[in-house]
């Protein structure tokens, strides 16, 4: 399930952003490119994981004993720096817009930096892995009993390694996220967007203004402020709700791969369950902490149905060609320019309705929406 589930899932995240330009935005970049590292662990490294947790022994030789590690090293290195890109893009987006423009030119340039360093930076774990057979005598005979496991010339350096690879790959990026996602909550949930909101609230409280003084039909459009001030409000919505998505987000991965950083940390920095007397016990504790770092794959997609409107209309258009009994076969494609304008008439036609009350009223619905 789990297997089925984050391939199929970060598939279709990917196919929706590529289909769809109005989709192709900066942050839907990097979540593309989270997807793409979840692919590469759920094909690759949850299958050959899969085989050693059932049979216990490394089944598949020397070479993918360097090969598949390291493959999963670099997962979870691309997939910590594409969250880190996205909290910064997300931090100056809301504390300084003016300062850097983020633009989708730079997001590919930002993820094509990340592909080419985090293949380099993790080499080391590539060139330590060796496979070795637990009973010598029964090596060349068969690969039951054969473990994968790092070798090491120094007992210091795992040491070194290892206490860097958790403050570099955990610890650091996931405070440093913490930190922007929690001034970005404050600011989009305890006061306003920096920009022209209270200067526009100041200036609406004006009873000139109002519309039916002016003589309007229900079907003109709303003046200037009225559109400028709406604008604003749906802009803070759609901050609020991409920065929940992303929190939560972070907040699975954080979780997830929690218990295999400091497992892996006990084990490789502090010696721990060399001598250990529940060597089952031990052995089902790593298993579960691998399976969560599968699960994180398997729930970003999950995240993203729930979290955010537009891939869920994608997912289920997908689904819809795919599987009977959903409805009509949907397009995986943004909707016509025709079907668009209708919509924004409509939604022109009750904004005028509604800003044809008082501009008490008005302000006071403004504030419910967003508390």
Known sequence: AVFLVALVGNTLVCLAVWRNHHMRTVTNYFIVNLSLADV????????????????????????????????????????????????????????????FKSTARRA???????????????????????????????????RLFSVCDERWADDLYPKIYHSCFFIVTYLAPLGLMAMAYFQIFRKLWGRQIPG?????????????????DQGQGPGAEPPPRARAFLAEV?????????????????????????PISVLNVLKRVFGMFRQTSDREAVYACFTFSHWLVYANSAANPIIYNFLSGKFREQFKAAFSCCLPGLGPCGSLKAPSPRSSASHKSLSLQSRCSVSKISEHVVLTSVTTVLP
């Open 196 to 212: 022209t909101t209270s200067a526009l609230v100041r200036n609406w409280k004006r009873p000139s203004d109002q519309l039916e």
């Open 40 to 99: 590469l662990v759920t094909a690759i490294c949850l299958p050959a994981s899969l085989l050693v947790d059932i049979t216990e022994s490394w089944l598949f030789g020397h070479a993918l004993c360097k090969v598949i590690p390291y493959l999963q090293a670099v997962s979870v290195s691309v997939a910590v720096l594409t969250l880190s890109f996205i909290a910064l893009d997300r931090w100056y987006a809301i504390y300084h817009p003016l300062l």
């Open 234 to 258: 749906k802009q803070m919505r759609a901050r609020r709700k991409t920065a929940k998505m992303l929190m939560v987000v972070l907040l699975v991965f954080a979780l997830c791969y929690l």
């Open 108 to 142: 590919r340039g930002s993820i094509l930096g990340i592909w080419a360093v985090s293949p380099a930076v993790m080499v080391p774990q590539a060139a330590v892995m060796e496979c070795s057979s637990v009973l010598p005598e029964l090596a060349n005979r068969t």
